[in-house]
Nanobody, 126 residues
Framework: QVQLVESGGGSVQAGGSLKLSCAAFGYTYSTYCMAWFRQAPGKEREWVAGIEGERTINYADSVKGRFTISKDNAKNTLYLQMNSLKPEDTAMYYC????????????????????WGQGTQVTVSS
């Protein structure tokens, strides 16, 4: 029903920046909840940032002030601008979407999202 494809990952030094993109295909009008997750080796997949509908945006404390989530509805694309990157940010980053409702909040758990991208690797060296 919905396919997600991430891009923009790469290797940078600490303090650098990257911008990730997530292109959505299919019945994209149904994806009320959009989010970015990340997973480092040996760690669980964790929620990074999310956008609910057209206005509500939330960030994990670990990235607040450094990362910015946004979307371009005309391009059916979700973005994650990452600045002041740290080695701790090294992970596989995933785009996620869920069919939410305007009167219900979006979740931040892995199980709250039905659609996932394949991931894009971000590596930050010291």
């Amino acid at each position: 029903q919905v396919q997600l494809v991430e891009s923009g990952g790469g290797s940078v030094q600490a303090g650098g920046s990257l911008k990730l993109s997530c292109a959505a295909f299919g019945y994209t009008y149904s994806t009320y909840c959009m989010a970015w997750f990340r997973q480092a080796p040996g760690k669980e997949r964790e929620w990074v940032a999310g956008i609910e509908g057209e206005r509500t945006i939330n960030y994990a404390d670990s990235v607040k002030g450094r990362f910015t989530i946004s979307k371009d509805n005309a391009k059916n694309t979700l973005y994650l601008q990452m600045n002041s990157l740290k080695p701790e940010d090294t992970a596989m980053y995933y785009c996620a979407a869920d069919e939410g409702y305007s009167d219900e909040p979006c979740g931040s758990a892995r199980s709250d999202f039905d659609y996932w991208g394949q991931g894009t690797q971000v590596t930050v060296s010291s």
